[in-house]
């Protein structure tokens, strides 16, 4: 089965930690995305790769960091400077710049 | 800088009507316009995409057009089912911005039975 997974579902960060998302995909698609989305609001970009070992800030990079090591992985780390962590993260991969973006499931991120 | 808007921000139907869900956006120069659903709690699912150069996108049920002049895009349902419950979303991709596609707000839709 070919898509995208996320993992986990739901993330509960304690004040000042570091939390890491996982994100996978087996679509072969070179490029990658992050995007978070706030309660009743659109998505916004936070992180995108085009390519292995290559990665771009998006409108709302600050307190985020992402790598991208393999084309099949982008994870996304939520450092303590992101001091309004709580949203659903969502990713997505598209074979090109120019083409159709595929989501995952995402991940709920709530602070304790 | 690319704005994209939804109108109505939620939306209530009896089952069997026709609706159609609108989408604005501030820059003509797009590359493409795309509309997805989103479940509760659940990723985007895509429904149409829309080339620049294109009039409108057909898929069953729905059909989408674009007006890229005017800066708009509706999405019609026809005939309704509860099971099209969810929040519609639109998204434009930029001439000069490939990777970042801008969202509007979505439009929550609500069929009852």
């Known amino acids: 089965d070919g898509g995208i997974t996320q993992s986990p579902k739901y993330l509960f960060r304690k004040e000042g930690q570091n939390v890491t998302l996982s994100c996978e995909q087996n679509l072969n698609h070179d490029a990658m995305y992050w995007y978070r989305q706030d309660p009743g609001q659109g998505l916004r970009l936070i992180y995108y790769?085009?390519?292995?070992?290559?990665?771009q800030k998006g409108d709302i990079a600050e307190g985020y960091s992402v790598s991208r090591e393999k084309k099949e992985s982008f994870p996304l780390t939520v450092t303590s400077a992101q001091k309004n962590p709580t949203a659903f993260y969502l990713c997505a991969s598209s074979s090109g710049t120019w083409e159709t973006q595929y989501f995952g499931p995402g991940t709920r991120l709530l602070v304790l | 800088k690319q704005e994209v808007t939804q109108i109505p921000a939620a939306l209530s139907v009896p089952e069997g009507e026709n609706l159609v869900l609108n989408c604005s956006f501030t820059d003509s120069a797009i590359y493409n316009l795309q509309w997805f659903r989103q479940d509760p709690g659940k990723g985007l699912t895509s429904l149409l995409l829309?080339?620049?150069?294109?009039r409108e996108q057909t898929s069953g049920r729905l059909n989408a057009s674009l007006d890229k002049s005017s800066g708009r895009s509706t999405l019609y349902i026809a005939a309704s089912q509860p099971g099209d419950s969810a929040t519609y979303l639109c998204?434009?991709?930029?001439?000069?911005?490939?990777?970042?596609?801008?969202f509007g707000g979505g439009t929550r839709l609500m069929v009852k039975p």
């Open positions: 790769s085009q390519i292995v070992n290559d990665f």
């Open positions: 998204a434009v991709l930029h001439n000069n911005a490939g990777n970042m596609l801008t």
């Open positions: 829309i080339q620049s150069s294109q």
